[in-house]
């Protein structure tokens, strides 16, 4: 009997009212250099995104998946289903996406290379490694943009310069290790502490420059709780790694 062989590679999109990129994004994210299934995480979206899903499900039998959850949620709690969902089945490289195409599908590769072919457990797509790497932002934007990744490496101490960023790969064994249901934050703080609770584990971690595009269509998620999530939680965090309460098993 021939051995049935699995893609090892996952790639996690959460959506909310992403009608506008998401037939695209799947359709670019199927055709990479590399073989990928993909886990689709929706928010009860109102515009018909689900939709447009579902019918991609029908033409990549078995590489694309949908989660529908009931209301929205964050993208921190959308990731960490997708993250226990991958962990119950066979990847061994788990990616988050955004699904506006600011990240381009075709930088999946650099990711996957830096963790499959250099064995580096976490792969960061940065756009501030090697210069500032973004385009179509507005000069107000990358100004806050560094400052927060500034303030992040101040308070935390990361050798990191885009704690924010939202492209990257883990390999299982990080996911497997730290503890999920003890992440905190939902909004892009999530981000950090993820990357910080591999940070103080000790797990090794790569950035790899990438070009970030601002969103054409659609809408931004960003405001201003989640902008002060980020500012009160990074101290907590840290003052919570001091005193040994971050990745305690």
Not at 162 to 178: E, I, K, N, Q
Not at 219 to 240: N, Q
Request: charged share 25%.
């Amino acid at each position: 009997m021939q051995e049935i062989q699995f893609n090892d590679s996952l790639v996690i999109i959460p959506t909310y009212n992403e009608v506008d990129n998401i037939g695209q994004l799947l359709r670019e994210v199927m055709n990479v250099e590399f073989t990928v299934d993909v886990l689709v995480i929706d928010d009860a979206s109102s515009d018909g995104t689900a939709e447009v899903v579902r019918a991609l499900m029908n033409e990549f039998e078995d590489r694309i998946t949908l989660m529908e959850r009931p209301k929205k949620m964050g993208l921190g709690t959308a990731y960490i289903a997708g993250f226990k969902w991958a962990l119950s089945r066979h990847y061994s490289y788990i990616f988050e996406m955004d699904a506006d195409f600011s990240h381009r599908p075709e930088e999946l590769v650099k990711l996957y290379n830096t963790c499959h072919v250099n064995e580096f457990d976490v792969a960061i797509g940065s756009r501030y490694k090697k210069g500032i790497r973004v385009v179509n932002w507005p000069f107000s934007r990358i100004v806050l943009s560094l400052g927060a990744s500034w303030y992040v490496r101040l308070i935390t101490g990361m050798p990191v310069s885009d704690p924010t960023a939202g492209f990257m790969c883990y390999r299982r064994r990080v996911l497997s290790h730290l503890k999920l249901d003890d992440i905190k934050f939902i909004g892009y703080a999530f981000q950090i502490e993820m990357k910080f609770r591999a940070y103080q584990t000790g797990f090794r971690m790569m950035e790899v420059p990438i070009v970030f595009f601002d969103r054409e269509r659609g809408v931004s998620k960003l405001s201003k709780g989640i902008i002060k999530e980020a500012i009160f939680g990074v101290i907590k965090m840290k003052f919570d790694s001091l005193f040994g309460k971050l990745n305690e098993r």
